[in-house]
């Protein structure tokens, strides 16, 4: 990534995990729009966290490198250098996988 993506506030940059192409039982390849994308990804990059309305800043849960399991339809896609990321709320993460 030759770009540099720091997430504002308490949003995270996730990068799916990749799958390997797919063929069903009668070889046939089933294309990147049929399938359902995955749920599980890296995270790349954090923002400073939430801030508090006294001003007080919660660091996030979540750091760079972290493996993440997250909702289908939270976040919004972006593609950054040719390559496709999601942009995260931390609330929309379920947990992290160690």
């Given amino acids: 990534m030759a770009s540099t993506v720091k997430p504002l506030g ?4 996730v990068q799916r995990k990749v ?4 063929k069903s039982a009668g070889g046939i390849i089933i294309p990147d729009t049929a399938k359902e994308k995955p749920n599980e990804g890296t995270v790349m990059a954090v923002g400073a966290g939430r801030r508090l309305e006294d001003g007080t800043l919660i660091p996030l849960d979540v750091k760079a490198g972290n493996r993440v399991l997250f909702g289908k339809w939270g976040g919004t ?10 942009i995260l709320n931390e609330e929309d993460i379920y947990g992290v996988i160690e």
Wanted: charged share 55%; net charge negative.
């Fill in 10 to 13: 308490n949003r995270v940059l």
């Fill in 19 to 22: 799958e390997e192409e797919k």
């Fill in 77 to 86: 896609d972006v593609k950054i250098d040719g390559e496709d990321f999601l």
